[in-house]
């Protein structure tokens, strides 16, 4: 899963699908969401043989000031040259989930 890879990701209830680009490292990694103008920083919080889970903080545009995004947690699991990500949050008590398949 090292390495650096993007795609979008698509928010359920919503129609228009975001752009992510994601550096996995082997203790955590960096986000980049482009169309929303956000960063972030990801802290690997466990593994297991297939996926890998992550708290995601972010350190640009942040919801909690103004911005587009919130902190969340993040899992990824790879198959083959692909990485399926699932993203899940809260904002002012509404569940956020979002998903996609990242290539490198």
Avoid at 33 to 57: H, T
């Amino acid at each position: 899963m090292i390495g650096k890879w993007r795609g979008e990701l698509t928010q359920i209830g919503s129609k228009t699908p975001y752009k992510l680009q994601l550096a996995v490292s082997p203790m955590g990694g960096e986000t980049k969401y482009p169309d929303l103008n956000c960063a972030g920083k990801l802290i690997r919080i466990g593994a297991s043989k297939s996926y890998a889970f992550f708290i995601e903080v972010i350190t640009q545009g942040a919801s909690s000031k103004g911005g587009n995004c919130p902190d969340g947690t993040i899992t990824v699991a790879r198959s083959g040259d692909k990485l399926a990500l699932s993203w899940f949050g809260t904002v002012d008590g509404n569940i956020i989930i979002a998903y996609g398949t990242l290539s490198k």
